[in-house]
């Protein structure tokens, strides 16, 4: 069994920055995550991409975020970081964070990240 720890959530005003952490661990043995990101949710909608890299693939963001978030990964330690900068109202949700190991799809429990005034 394979869990995701999230962290690094919290309640900010707009223009501000959060650093969100996620580790897998757990059964991973040798592998190396073929992709590790983070999804997020906001309230009445559905659940989006905000960025995943892929193992020897380019990094994916979402429109929303280019330029204001970055995903970091250590492939060593399986872990995945999104540095997020000048934060909006609309960035407000429950962030996920999602990795791929082997053949099978796993996500946190989600950590709540709020921009208010």
């Known amino acids: 069994q394979v869990q995701l720890v999230e962290s690094g959530g919290g309640s900010v005003q707009p223009g501000e920055s959060l650093r969100l952490s996620c580790r897998a661990s757990?059964?991973?043995?040798?592998?190396?995550?073929?992709?590790m990101g983070w999804y997020r949710q906001a309230p009445g909608k559905e659940r989006e991409l905000v960025a995943t890299?892929?193992?020897?693939?380019?990094?994916l963001y979402s429109d929303s975020v280019k330029g204001r978030f970055t995903i970091s990964r250590d492939l060593d330690r399986n872990t995945v970081d999104l540095q997020m900068n000048d934060l909006k109202p609309e960035d407000t949700a429950n962030y996920y964070c999602?990795?791929?190991?082997?053949?099978?799809?796993?996500w946190g429990q989600g950590t709540q990240v709020t921009v208010s005034a």
């Open positions: 757990g059964s991973i043995g040798e592998d190396i995550a073929l992709a």
């Open positions: 890299d892929t193992t020897g693939a380019n990094i």
């Open positions: 999602h990795a791929v190991i082997g053949i099978n799809v796993y």
